[in-house]
């Protein structure tokens, strides 16, 4: 059995050998896909894969705190795993026990890397299609955000079937022909943040996916169900983002000695402390789900302001994109958005009016 992950040495991994090439990792694949293998080489990546697998198992709190511990330390190597991580639990549920077998163990140690593209359910009208075939089924159209092309092999697709079931279904991250169908991975997205992740549209012309690559079937009325049960899910990467804010605001406080900074410093850390309590604490079974988005937006929040705050005590030397503020506030961008449904939308936006 291997041994199961610890967050103080985990953090000491996260200060020593990631925090010191953070900017670089949001912006050079080569070097982010290596940090990913750093995180399999300590058994990092396989946190709610079950022991039978290698995996740690661990419970939904202590997994929270790593991923908020990802997050303080590299946004873009938080998001990369967390592909993977998600992928990791829903490949645990299924019933095909060959697939479970074949890739459950390598996904723990980095072997072999697997994300994800579910986002686009929550769409009117699904870009990724399916229709059901002998010996499996055909997807048609396009998963529009596919984090990890170069450094995953494979990524878990949601199709819409014609009767409103959703086929999720393994899918290869790379060009590839069938006898009748292709799959192309076009050009990495120039984004703003998480350059690094090459995260692609993946396009799906007939392309057949076998019965024995089918992770699992599941109603697409039950994504809202999920929505609603996890909707504090991301927000332990904004409450990891804040405290890099404040990581960097103390840092700066230190240089200048300045009680100024030194005042919102502390203000902002109580803030933090307080929302952390609250959203560990809540119970999305049993709390109101008006109080989990009051959560969410807290975090969101927080995020932008403590990364604000590191953006204003740097001065324009933040404007510099090899600057850590001006990553951090890239990625407090990227975590207000993450996730995101019309409700968070909402709270998200009705919390700047406060």
């Known amino acids: 059995m291997l041994t199961r992950p610890h967050l103080s040495t985990t953090e000491q991994l996260l ?17 982010l896909f290596e940090a990913f293998q750093l995180l399999g ?26 991923q908020e511990l990802f997050a303080r330390y590299s946004g873009a190597l938080a998001f990369l795993q967390a592909q993977h991580q998600s992928a990791g639990t829903l490949l645990s549920k299924s019933d095909n026990s060959i697939l479970k077998r074949s890739l459950l163990p390598d996904m723990v140690t980095g072997k072999v890397g ?14 990724l299609k399916a229709i059901a075939s002998a010996g499996g089924y055909e997807f048609s159209g396009q998963a529009p955000w596919v984090t990890g092309w170069g450094c995953f092999q ?12 959703v086929v999720y279904g393994l899918i290869p991250l790379q060009n590839q022909t069938q006898a009748q169908g292709e799959l192309i991975c076009r050009e990495p997205l120039a984004l703003a943040a998480l350059t690094a992740t090459n995260t692609v549209v993946v396009e799906f012309y007939d392309w057949f996916v076998p019965a024995t690559n089918i992770v699992t079937l599941r109603p697409l009325s039950e994504l809202a169900k999920s929505d609603r049960l996890n ?8 409450l990891g983002c804040a405290q890099a804010g ?12 300045n009680e100024e900074l030194a005042h919102v410093y502390m203000h902002l850390l109580h803030e933090l402390s307080d929302c952390r309590q609250a959203i560990y604490a809540a119970q999305p079974e049993l709390n109101p789900f008006a109080e989990l988005l009051e ?3 807290r975090a969101i929040a927080l995020a932008v302001r403590s990364a604000h705050s590191a953006v204003i005590a740097s001065g324009g030397a933040a404007n510099n994109l090899e600057h850590s503020a001006q990553r951090i ?6 975590f207000s958005v993450t996730g995101q449904t019309e409700a968070v939308m909402v709270a998200s936006l009705k919390r700047l009016l406060q």
């Open 246 to 257: 404040l990581d960097l605001l103390l840092t700066k406080q230190h240089q200048r000695q």
């Open 295 to 297: 959560l969410r937006a």
């Open 329 to 334: 506030f890239r990625e407090a961008m990227v």
């Open 15 to 31: 200060q020593t050998a990631i925090a010191p090439q953070a900017n670089q990792l949001d912006h050079d694949p080569k070097a």
């Open 114 to 127: 697997v994300g994800i593209s579910f986002s686009h359910l929550r769409r009117a009208d699904s870009p």
């Open 154 to 165: 494979w990524f878990i697709a949601a199709a819409r079937l014609p009767d409103d079931q």
């Open 41 to 66: 080489q300590h058994h990092l990546l396989g946190l709610r894969i079950s022991q039978t697998w290698g995996g740690a198992e661990l419970a939904d709190p202590e997994f929270r705190q790593f």
């Open 231 to 238: 909707v504090l899910q991301h927000s332990f990467y904004a």
